[in-house]
């Protein structure tokens, strides 16, 4: 009797603790830094500036608050949140405030029809159906024919369903020369036609960058299809503004593959000389949609371009590119929400830390329009945490791929069948089927989000308005039907889960009563999850 007392007591301040913790009173903002997802909602002291910058992912000139605040520019400002209010430092544009219900939703479904109607377009709906598979942890810069090849049998023959395949940077054979690498790839239709047969859908990597020692940006170069470089006016100094062949000198910015001229998309030149390779490569060899890395305003902001574009309009005509091709994945975008494009969260380390970092930037993305998302990579998306001497923890690939499997999209890289043991293998593939059981349910839950702009995943927040929930930041709802509460720590053996209102069965088959916090014990097997009955 005296234990179950303590049992009884140690629940009730535990709640008690909880509700202490998420004031119901409190005002907490969301903004649309979606990198920095992990640092929301803000409720003291947080400091941004989008001027030229999207922060290595998506970005939005846009922020939210619990209690129907919007605050919205058409141009990127710089601001800080301090005691719960904010303050614009610096602004491109006008800034408007609005204040609309008292809610989450109400501000974010203001927001939505406002500046960023939902388009009533998914992306290509296998993205969302199948599982994803990146070739870049496999293979990374050793992008080829044979072993792009052996990676897609390997998926099949270790029961894998066929999906997406993306065969990712340095499959061509230079920046800005989009045809396959005749040395690595003697043969791409051959390839492309196996893939196809296998049930392969491919996407290939591309970026806005032309390699500076190539036919390719002599050519672009003389058309002006690149951002120049005016320093010599801007200081008013006697450095040259034009090459030795009387072109405007381009300007050329360093990237994490070294040094490369930019395309100027707001010159309709590079535009059409960009699209016109794509569609080459989908004429010729077959190819079905593409990964477009780069586009991170940063890397425009030294340069003049033809249309007086700001860097941050760079990102958004980048992000124009890939309306026309419905396979697409994008990971940096400035203000594209509504838009029938994937936005994938930037490249996470293989650790703990990071993973915890997931949930609650999917959840960002979602109330910034930008809600046909998908995580990083399984296990992580930073290469040198898989180079030889990376130690690797296999826990962390379980509960990554459990994290995915009832997200939006799932995508994986590192071949689990090469990396895990027969247990921790087992896990993965049963999280695989775990999503197949519910995917039918994710996918009409994008179809109407592609219709009423609500995001696919959301927030108890977002969901259970005022109800003390703005703080809770690892669980997640898809839809209205289905709670998650993926295990994001080592070694956990029982997890802590607040569930809402209503009736819920578990994935265990028990039935809880909700608006409490329950524990419940879990195994390597096992995905927190709940449907509300």
Same mark, same amino acid.
């Given at each position: 009797?005296?234990?179950?007392?303590?049992?009884?007591?140690?629940?009730?301040?535990?709640?008690?603790?909880?509700?202490?913790?998420?004031?119901?009173?409190?005002?907490?903002?969301?903004?649309?830094?979606?990198?920095?997802?992990?640092?929301?909602?803000?409720?003291?002291?947080?400091?941004? @500036?989008?001027?030229?910058?999207?922060?290595?992912?998506?970005?939005?000139?846009?922020?939210?608050?619990?209690?129907?605040?919007? $605050?919205?520019?058409?141009?990127?400002?710089?601001?800080? $949140?301090? @005691?719960?209010?904010?303050?614009?430092?610096?602004?491109?544009?006008?800034?408007?405030?609005?204040?609309?219900?008292?809610?989450?939703?109400?501000?974010?479904? %203001?927001?939505?029809?406002?500046?960023?109607?939902?388009?009533?377009?998914?992306? @290509?709906?296998?993205?969302?159906?199948?599982?994803?598979?990146? !070739?870049?942890?496999?293979?990374? %810069?050793?992008?080829? #024919?044979?072993?792009?090849?052996?990676?897609?049998?390997?998926?099949?023959?270790?029961?894998?369903?066929?999906?997406?395949?993306?065969? *990712?940077?340095?499959?061509?054979?230079? %920046?800005?020369?989009?045809?396959?690498?005749?040395?690595?790839?003697?043969?791409?239709?051959?390839?492309?036609?196996?893939?196809? @047969?296998?049930?392969?859908?491919?996407?290939?990597?591309?970026?806005?960058?032309?390699?500076?020692?190539? *036919?390719?940006?002599?050519?672009?170069?003389?058309?002006?299809?690149?951002?120049?470089?005016?320093?010599?006016?801007?200081?008013?100094?006697?450095?040259?503004?034009?090459?030795?062949?009387?072109?405007?000198?381009?300007?050329?910015?360093?990237?994490?593959?070294?040094?490369?001229? &930019?395309?100027?998309?707001?010159?309709?030149?590079?535009?059409?000389?960009?699209?016109?390779?794509?569609?080459?490569?989908?004429?010729?060899?077959?190819?079905?949609?593409?990964?477009?890395? =780069?586009?991170?305003?940063?890397? %425009?902001?030294?340069?003049?371009?033809?249309?007086?574009?700001? =860097?941050?309009?760079?990102?958004?005509?980048?992000?124009?590119?890939?309306?026309?091709?419905?396979?697409?994945?994008?990971?940096?975008?400035?203000?594209?929400?509504?838009?029938?494009? &994937?936005?994938?969260?930037?490249?996470?380390?293989?650790?703990?830390?990071?993973?915890?970092?997931?949930?609650?930037?999917?959840?960002? #993305?979602?109330?910034?329009?930008?809600?046909?998302?998908?995580?990083?990579?399984?296990?992580?998306?930073?290469?040198?945490?898989?180079?030889?001497?990376?130690?690797?923890?296999?826990?962390? $690939?379980?509960?990554?791929?459990?994290?995915?499997?009832?997200?939006?999209?799932?995508?994986?890289?590192?071949?689990?069948?090469?990396?895990?043991?027969?247990?921790?293998?087992?896990?993965?593939?049963?999280?695989?089927?775990?999503?197949?059981?519910?995917?039918?349910?994710?996918?009409?839950?994008?179809?109407?989000?592609?219709?009423?702009?609500?995001?696919?995943?959301?927030?108890?927040?977002?969901?259970?308005?005022?109800?003390?929930?703005?703080?809770?930041?690892? #669980?997640?709802?898809?839809?209205?039907?289905?709670?998650?509460?993926? $295990?994001?720590?080592?070694?956990? !053996?029982?997890?802590?889960?607040?569930?809402?209102?209503?009736?819920?069965?578990?994935?265990?088959?028990?039935?809880?009563?909700?608006?409490?916090?329950?524990?419940?014990?879990?195994?390597?097997? *096992?995905?927190?999850?709940?449907?509300?009955?």
């Amino acid at each position: 009797m005296k234990k179950i007392i303590l049992l009884l007591l140690s629940v009730l301040f535990f709640n008690l603790g909880l509700l202490a913790q998420n004031n119901t009173d409190e005002k907490l903002w969301w903004a649309g830094i979606t990198s920095q997802g992990h640092l929301m909602p803000v409720s003291n002291t947080y400091k941004a @500036n989008t001027i030229d910058n999207t922060y290595g992912n998506q970005a939005q000139p846009l922020l939210l608050s619990n209690k129907g605040d919007v $605050i919205w520019s058409e141009e990127p400002f710089e601001f800080k $949140i301090e @005691n719960n209010e904010v303050t614009i430092l610096q602004a491109k544009g006008e800034i408007i405030k609005t204040k609309v219900g008292t809610t989450l939703k109400s501000g974010y479904m %203001y927001a939505s029809e406002t500046y960023f109607p939902p388009q009533g377009k998914l992306p @290509n709906e296998l993205l969302i159906a199948k599982p994803q598979y990146n !070739t870049w942890i496999e293979l990374m %810069y050793d992008q080829n #024919q044979t072993d792009v090849l052996k990676y897609a049998h390997d998926i099949i023959d270790n029961g894998f369903p066929p999906g997406v395949l993306m065969i *990712d940077d340095n499959w061509q054979e230079d %920046y800005g020369k989009w045809n396959f690498h005749p040395g690595r790839f003697p043969n791409p239709k051959a390839m492309m036609e196996e893939l196809h @047969n296998l049930g392969f859908k491919v996407m290939l990597w591309v970026c806005p960058f032309v390699s500076p020692d190539c *036919d390719v940006y002599r050519n672009l170069a003389s058309k002006g299809a690149f951002l120049v470089n005016d320093l010599g006016q801007k200081q008013n100094n006697t450095m040259p503004t034009v090459d030795l062949r009387n072109n405007a000198k381009p300007e050329i910015v360093s990237w994490w593959n070294g040094f490369s001229a &930019v395309l100027d998309l707001s010159n309709p030149v590079a535009e059409k000389w960009f699209k016109s390779q794509l569609d080459f490569l989908q004429k010729e060899y077959g190819v079905d949609g593409f990964k477009f890395d =780069a586009g991170d305003a940063r890397y %425009y902001k030294n340069g003049r371009s033809k249309g007086n574009a700001s =860097a941050n309009d760079q990102a958004t005509l980048f992000g124009e590119i890939g309306l026309s091709y419905p396979l697409n994945e994008y990971r940096a975008m400035w203000k594209m929400g509504g838009q029938p494009l &994937v936005q994938r969260l930037r490249d996470k380390a293989h650790n703990w830390n990071d993973l915890q970092k997931l949930v609650p930037s999917m959840l960002l #993305q979602g109330i910034m329009g930008y809600y046909f998302n998908c995580p990083d990579l399984i296990g992580g998306g930073e290469f040198t945490s898989f180079l030889r001497s990376a130690k690797i923890d296999q826990e962390l $690939i379980v509960r990554s791929a459990q994290c995915h499997a009832l997200m939006p999209m799932m995508q994986f890289s590192v071949a689990p069948w090469r990396i895990l043991d027969d247990t921790h293998f087992e896990a993965v593939k049963r999280a695989v089927e775990i999503r197949r059981k519910y995917v039918d349910y994710i996918l009409d839950e994008a179809k109407k989000t592609a219709q009423t702009g609500e995001p696919t995943i959301r927030s108890l927040e977002y969901a259970y308005p005022n109800s003390g929930y703005g703080k809770i930041n690892q #669980q997640f709802l898809i839809g209205d039907k289905l709670l998650v509460a993926p $295990i994001v720590e080592k070694g956990i !053996t029982e997890l802590k889960v607040y569930l809402p209102e209503g009736k819920w069965k578990a994935f265990n088959g028990k039935t809880y009563k909700g608006d409490k916090q329950i524990i419940i014990p879990v195994g390597i097997n *096992d995905i927190p999850y709940f449907e509300k009955l």
